[in-house]
């Protein structure tokens, strides 16, 4: 699966540049009243937590209906913003590569059975529209997608432009 190679060199990639940036960088914003790089990355564990769910709850259901979560307040009451920079760092590319193994692992069938059940047109980073069917398999890609978005907003030479492709082929 070319997304689940993309997740992994893109965490592994970014994780160690990113231990380069000095605990102070990583909690000043690069512009204000925006995301600094921990905050950035707080949202991507937050982000990897609850795609984790979904991702495997729609092995076992005919629906991709998600609950969604209030993202500012998640990265404020976890205060990622004072949290040990490295301690970040492990954990949001620990957690991605496990993500990785949960997309590997998922059957084929399951990833491309369309779904005409679905609110990927609240929850997707690209959305599908309500009267179109998706598949799994294109919400894991656009979480792919979403998360090269964020380490570009860090450093935009971290990621390249993310592909994603809608329908149930890839």
């Given amino acids: 699966m070319d997304f689940t190679d993309d997740l992994r060199t893109t965490v592994t990639s970014a994780a160690a540049r990113l231990r380069r940036l000095a605990p102070s960088v990583a909690a000043t914003p690069r512009v204000p009243g925006k ?60 957690f991605n590569l496990h993500l990785a193994r949960v997309m590997e692992s998922t059957p084929a069938d399951v990833l ?7 609110n990927l047109h609240l929850r997707a980073w690209e ?13 894991m890609r656009d979480y792919v997608a979403h998360l090269k978005h964020h380490v570009r907003q860090i450093d935009p030479s971290l990621a390249d432009p993310p592909a994603l492709q809608r329908s149930a082929a890839s």
Avoid: C, K, M
């Fill in 112 to 118: 491309r059975a369309p779904r005409a059940d679905h």
């Fill in 35 to 94: 995301w600094s790089p921990a905050q950035i990355i707080g949202h991507l564990i937050d982000s990897a937590s609850n795609n984790h769910q979904r991702f495997v709850r729609a092995r076992f259901r005919d629906d991709l209906r998600f609950d969604g979560y209030d993202q500012d307040a998640w990265v404020d009451a976890q205060e990622y913003q004072s949290a040990p920079w490295p301690a970040l760092l492990d954990l949001w590319e620990s």
């Fill in 127 to 139: 959305v599908v529209p309500e009267d179109e069917p998706a598949t799994l398999e294109y919400f």
